[in-house]
């Protein structure tokens, strides 16, 4: 346990650094860029389907390799260095985003995939680092610190990445395109840059060496014995498959609402700023929503954000003005943090020391496999009815499954069963 000021702020710049990729990328600039400049010739919802076809690919990578990094992380102490390997990974890809031409969707969708991998791989292993630079009652906050520093981080970013697509002239590029490759430079520099902290301060308890294959081995057995135990650990794994399905709505939403604004016929730089506008108010949200949880639980806040997720998803599906597009914008803005936030502390809560970075490994696991089918859902009801506003009401699906199975979940018999079963 490192809980001291130093280890905590420099714990939750990682999330300053990375959210950078989420919200220029991820969110922002390759759906938008994706339709417009690499997929300019392919028919609106034939684009949608290979965008949500390549963010499932990508989350499908994660769901078959992170329990096992995450078992392999935690007996050797690998924690940092798999993080590092997966966010150079993904700097390096955001980077290249830069050398792909007008037309070449199928070279950006790849290396889109492998950058995607790199961001989401990373996650496994900063999660892992949670429980070593927080406690019990400070990991509401603490958790809540990291999300709330990633929405001002990559806002911060997001917004001169805006100014840089809107006045490209000022800047000395030729045209917007020019603009957005060296947006896609920019997080890359960004990402690097403010990962340092969690280099230098966050510290890990070294192993002593042993062969790849040993690690492999040992990782796997400890994977499979956890996995057993899991399997008997009813609060646990329900709230697992609650949060699989609830998680799903929520990254759906996150991934895909530019491409969605953009199949109802809204201007590109209004869904630009709705979206910087996500990251200025999502800051202070998610810090509120960790007072929230303070008065209605962690469990109850989780629950009001639901219910806000699908009233969102209701008045989206019947929305035809921009400005409509904005007020979602901020709703989902006082809520996306704060739920991310409070549903990793709350499983953080029911996981023992030690175990961090596979039990990590397992929520990670379900929240990508996860991942998998909200945007795949997208692209088969957009292909299905060709019509965008029945393809974003389907999410609320999972809102709701996710909400039905969390109401039976114990936070303290959770913690109880586990510890039983590792003792």
Known sequence: MQENKKTIYSWALYDWANSAYATTVMAGFFPLFFKSYYSADVAVTTSTAHLGIASSISSLVIVLIAPLLGSIADVHSLKKRYLFLFAYLGILMSAMLSLVGAGEWQAALFIYILGNIGFMGSNIFYDGLLQSVSTKKSVDFVSGLGFALGYLGGGVLFSINVWMFQDFEFFGFEDQAAAVKASFVSVALWWALFSIPLLLFVKEDKSNYVSATTKLKDGYLRLKKTFSKIRQLRHLSLFLIAYWL????????????????????????????????????????TLLFTKISEIMGTKGAIYLAIAIYLFIIMWAATMSKVSEFYMLAVMIALVQGGIQALSRSYYSRMIPEGYSAEFFGFYNFIGKFAAIFGPLLIALVALTTQNSRVSIASISILFILGAVLLYFVDEKKGEKELHDALT
């Not at 530019?258 to 910087?276: R, T």
């Open 246 to 285: 609830y998680i799903d709505g929520v990254d759906t939403i996150i991934r895909m609402a530019v491409d969605y604004g953009m199949a109802l016929g809204f201007d590109s730089s209004n869904l630009i700023l709705a979206l910087l506008l996500v990251q200025f108010v999502g800051f202070p949200a």
